[in-house]
């Protein structure tokens, strides 16, 4: 049976609301960034001045809706619990400081990132990494209370929420700051990610680390609604080689 995207929406909503129009929200801003990406032919080292704006707002939306998904997983009395009412201001604030100076330096026909040229400028950037760890740091809390809370934590798919929501925390935060203090080279690279093969980017890396609390749960969700024998096994084993794939790239990266 198929699932429209509205009842999708309503299901989210019912998880954990403002997370949920949050990531509706930079939905809808990508929108008028696609048609800016199209219409204006400024660039930033040498690539499209609005790309950066819109791959943030897609990678929050799905950031933000990934979390109020697994808010579900906590009892009703939790999920309504200040801590979870301030993990998800802090992901929308933190998101939101990111992706609103990200597009204002695009307007601005400037680079939000490695922009350091000037005391204001420095300052910024640095609050940027601030605002990145604290919003991969909410991952490790409900991971937390994932963990110590949830009826099902002794399923395969809760442990993979779990762990990919650490693992989330652990390798976007490392590869983050490697990120941070090493600019990639400048160019196109591949369509749409924009990655440079064969050359030190940390941006591979960092995508692994971003969305292991979607990669990881969706394999356990493969292995528990298949009854794969042995699914932990198998887990752990997904978990070790996702871990170690992000070393490699990490290692890659290294100039």
Request: hydrophobic share 55%; with cysteine.
């Amino acid at each position: 049976m198929r699932i429209s995207p509205l009842i999708g929406y309503r299901e989210l909503m019912s998880r954990q609301a403002l997370m949920t129009m949050f990531a509706a929200v930079m939905l809808a801003l990508a929108i008028p960034a696609s048609v800016l990406l199209l219409m204006d032919d400024r660039t930033w080292r040498d690539v499209a001045i609005w790309a950066k704006p819109l791959k943030f707002m897609l990678s929050t939306a799905a950031f933000s809706a990934t979390t109020a998904w697994f808010v579900g997983l906590l009892p009703k009395h939790v999920q309504h619990s200040p801590m979870v009412n301030r993990l998800a201001w802090t992901v929308v604030i933190t998101s939101s400081f990111e992706v609103g100076y990200i597009s204002l330096q695009a307007a601005l026909g400037e680079g939000s990132h490695h922009n350091v040229g000037d005391p204001l400028h420095a300052a910024l950037y640095g609050l940027m990494a601030v605002a990145a760890v604290a919003l991969t740091a909410t991952q490790a809390v409900l991971a937390g209370l994932i963990w110590r809370h949830s009826p099902e934590r002794d399923t395969v798919f809760v442990r993979s929420v779990v762990i990919g929501l650490l693992l989330t925390f652990v390798l976007a935060t490392a590869s983050g700051f490697m990120l941070g203090g090493q600019q990639p080279p400048a160019g196109v690279g591949l369509p749409i990610v924009g990655w440079h093969i064969g050359q030190a980017d940390a941006r591979p890396a960092h995508f692994l680390g971003v969305h292991a609390h979607q990669l990881i749960p969706l394999a356990g969700w493969l292995l528990q609604r298949n009854r794969v024998r042995h699914a932990g096994l198998w887990l752990s084993g997904c978990s070790v080689i996702y871990g170690l794939a992000w070393t490699v790239l990490t290692l890659w990266a290294l100039p």
